[in-house]
């Protein structure tokens, strides 16, 4: 991806763990937290992994600095989600985690924070001609992030009448993925298609005893094979007479 780009102020050890507490107790302290925390502090936030909530109180945060950065810090930021992939994979699951309904409103929680990620941190610096190369390399990750909601926010980002920011790079990395991708699964779908043919014939050959049962075409076939036959020993035995 070429050199790296600014790196993201790093937030003290003290501000890390007071926002790490405050996410996890929640409470009125929270809002103070996530105030008094650096971007470094929020985005290690994301990084360890949290309940999609928890994580939409740091997404917002984030959002609402966008104003106040600088370009170096702006392209600091961005280029951390980026990487991240707009943080839509879920954190791992615990025995009892989330699951059916619950797992379901998780889900849509994470792909409205990653949307709110691009349209806040990504789109805004990417329209200004930032990060092409990195757009470029994230765009085929980010299809396949979060267990199929990367692929809802690609079509939402895209649905929007807005340049997208990802470019003719962006895309062409995507659909030479997707179209390799389809290649493969159609090449599985025809072995698989084979090894059942082959499969039922054998089956059909060897049902009832090992007798095979011949169709009517297959025995019309059969019975010229065997006139075939006698006419070549007939024709031998007359030669040799």
């Known amino acids: 991806m070429g050199s790296a780009g600014p790196a993201v102020p790093r937030g003290s050890v003290a501000g890390a763990r007071a926002l790490r507490e405050a996410l996890r107790h929640g409470g009125d302290a929270l809002p103070a937290a996530l105030r008094e925390a650096d971007d470094g502090s929020l985005l290690s936030a994301l990084d360890e992994g949290l309940p999609a909530e928890r994580a939409t109180r740091v997404v917002v945060e984030l959002v609402r600095r966008a104003p106040e950065r600088g370009p170096e810090p702006a392209a600091a930021v961005c280029e951390k989600v980026l990487v991240a992939q707009l943080y839509l994979d879920p954190p791992p699951r ?4 989330t699951a059916g309904a619950a797992g379901d409103v998780d889900r849509r929680l994470r792909v409205r924070n990653a949307l709110m990620l691009y349209e806040g ?6 329209q200004r001609g930032a990060v092409p190369e990195l757009m470029a390399c994230v765009l085929p990750g980010l299809w396949t992030a979060g267990d199929g909601a990367g692929r809802e926010v690609v079509r939402r980002i895209a649905g929007t009448r807005q340049p997208t920011g ?17 290649r493969e699964h159609g090449e599985a779908a025809a ?14 050959g060897t049902d009832d ?13 059969s019975a010229l094979l065997g006139l075939i036959a006698i006419a ?7 030669a040799a007479g």
């Open 209 to 221: 005893g090992g007798r095979i049962d011949l169709q009517p075409g297959q025995l019309w076939v």
């Open 121 to 126: 941190l990504v789109r805004p610096y990417a």
């Open 191 to 204: 072995r698989a298609a084979r090894h059942e043919v082959r499969r039922h014939w054998w089956r059909r």
């Open 94 to 97: 615990t025995p009892g985690g």
């Open 232 to 238: 070549l020993v007939l024709i031998v035995v007359i």
């Open 166 to 182: 990802f470019g003719e790079k962006g895309w062409k990395a995507l659909f030479g993925g997707v179209a390799e991708e389809c």
